[in-house]
């Protein structure tokens, strides 16, 4: 079974920071692109940041782009966002997704996190 479990949501006031952590653990041999996404009340769910396995260039909602940074520990099988500057419309319940193989020659699959809230007050 894999599992991805988040942390560090909460409570902040506008232009403060949170730092969400997201750890893969289970049968996971290889996490290909590992990202974060949210989904606010009444609203669809939207990505917020990816990053894939090979170093590449992360890709940033515009909402996001210049305040939250993404990053990830191969070793660990985690993924981080760094979330500066927030803004009351940052808040929503924020998800960790990885596309990932169970073995060498297992199909590539995708999972999700529960979710951790982010509540940005004024």
């Known amino acids: 079974q894999v599992q991805l479990v988040e942390s560090g949501g909460g409570l902040v006031q506008a232009g403060g920071s949170l730092r969400l952590s997201c750890a893969a653990s289970?049968?996971?041999?290889?996490?290909?692109?590992m990202a974060w996404y949210r989904q606010a009340p009444g609203k669809q769910r939207e990505l917020v940041a990816s990053?894939?396995?090979?170093?590449?260039?992360?890709d940033y909602a515009d909402s996001v782009k210049g305040r939250f940074t993404i990053s990830r520990d191969n070793a660990k099988k985690s993924v981080y966002l760094q979330m500066n500057s927030l803004k009351p419309e940052d808040t929503a319940v924020y998800y960790c997704?990885?596309?990932?193989?169970?073995?060498?020659?297992?199909?590539?699959?995708?999972?999700w996190g529960q979710g951790t809230q982010v509540t940005v007050t004024v």
């Open positions: 997704n990885a596309d990932l193989r169970t073995s060498w020659y297992a199909t590539r699959r995708n999972f």
């Open positions: 990053l894939t396995s090979g170093g590449g260039s992360p």
């Open positions: 289970g049968s996971v041999s290889s996490i290909e692109t």
